[in-house]
C-alpha cells in the first residue's frame, strides 16, 4: 500500500462546478503539500500545510492531522484548471524528502 | 525567490548511451537539492538529495549517479541507459527549514530506445 493514496485518479467536471479531491497518508509527517502539473510537466507548488486551512483565490486546502487526510477544493472551476494535481508528503524527521501520491487528473469542460 | 533551470527538457536517447542532466538554481544558497523520477503510470519517487556541495544521498539502487559540484548546480547521470530508466525526471530545491517550501524544475522526459 502506498504512503500516500489520492482519489479519485480521475476526475471530469463542468465548468463552475465545486471539486474536491483527497489525499490520506500513513506516515508521520511535519507537512503536507499541494502540487499542479500541467501537461508539460512542470510542477508548480499550490500549498504548503502542516494544519488548518488555507486560501488561495478559487483554492482551498485542509488537513486533519488526527485522521490523516487532506482536501483540495475548487471553487467555480474553469477549464484552465485542468492538470494533475499532486499531494506530497514530506515524513517528520527526514531531510525534506518528499512521498508523492500517484495524482488525480482533472478536466474541466466547458 | 528561487528559480530552478532544468534542460533539457525532453531528450530521446539509445540505449547503451550517457546520460547527462542538469539543474541549476538562482535566488538562494545552500539550498537542499532532490532528483525524482516519474515513471508512467505512477507517482514520482526520489532518486537522490543533496545537503550541500558533494554531499549525495540515494534512495533507490539504480542505473542512475548524481553529483553537486557547485552549490546550485545538480547533475543526474548515467554511464550506459536502459530501456527502465525511460520517465520524466524532475529537479527540485528547497532551502532549511520546516517553513520553507518546495520549487521545481519544469522537467525532462528522457525516452531511451
Known amino acids: 500500500k502506498n504512503e500516500v493514496e489520492q482519489s479519485p485518479q480521475n476526475l471530469t467536471a463542468q465548468e463552475g462546478e465545486f471539486i474536491t479531491i483527497n489525499c490520506s497518508y500513513s506516515?508521520?509527517?511535519?507537512?503536507l503539500h499541494w502540487l499542479q502539473q500541467h501537461p508539460g510537466g512542470g510542477i508548480v507548488s499550490l500549498f504548503m500545510?502542516?494544519?488548518g486551512k488555507k486560501k488561495h483565490g478559487r483554492l482551498i486546502a485542509t488537513i486533519n492531522i488526527q485522521e490523516k487526510h487532506s482536501s483540495l477544493h475548487i471553487t467555480a472551476s474553469h477549464p484552465r484548471d485542468s492538470a494533475v494535481y499532486i499531494c506530497?508528503?514530506?515524513?517528520?524527521?527526514?531531510?525534506?524528502?518528499?512521498?508523492f501520491g500517484k495524482g488525480t487528473k482533472l478536466s474541466v469542460k466547458p | 525567490s528561487q528559480t530552478i533551470h532544468q534542460w533539457p527538457a525532453t531528450l530521446v536517447q539509445p540505449v547503451g548511451s550517457p546520460l547527462s542532466l542538469e539543474c541549476t538554481v538562482e535566488?538562494?544558497?545552500?539550498?537542499?537539492l532532490y532528483w525524482y523520477r516519474q515513471a508512467a503510470g505512477r507517482g514520482l519517487q526520489l532518486l537522490f538529495y543533496?545537503?550541500?556541495?558533494?554531499?549525495i544521498s540515494s534512495e533507490v539502487p539504480q542505473n542512475l549517479s548524481a553529483s553537486r559540484p557547485q552549490d546550485r548546480q545538480f547533475i543526474l547521470s548515467s554511464k550506459k541507459l536502459l530501456l527502465s530508466d525511460s520517465g520524466f525526471y524532475l529537479c527540485?530545491?528547497?532551502?532549511?527549514?520546516?517553513?520553507?517550501?518546495?520549487?521545481f524544475g519544469s522537467g525532462t522526459r528522457l525516452t531511451v530506445v
Open positions: 527540485a530545491s528547497k532551502m532549511g527549514g520546516a517553513n520553507y517550501g518546495y520549487t
Open positions: 506516515v508521520g509527517i511535519s507537512a
Open positions: 543533496s545537503v550541500g556541495i558533494g554531499q
Open positions: 500545510l502542516s494544519s
Open positions: 506530497a508528503v514530506r515524513k517528520g524527521g527526514s531531510q525534506g524528502n518528499l512521498i
Open positions: 535566488g538562494t544558497s545552500n539550498p537542499n
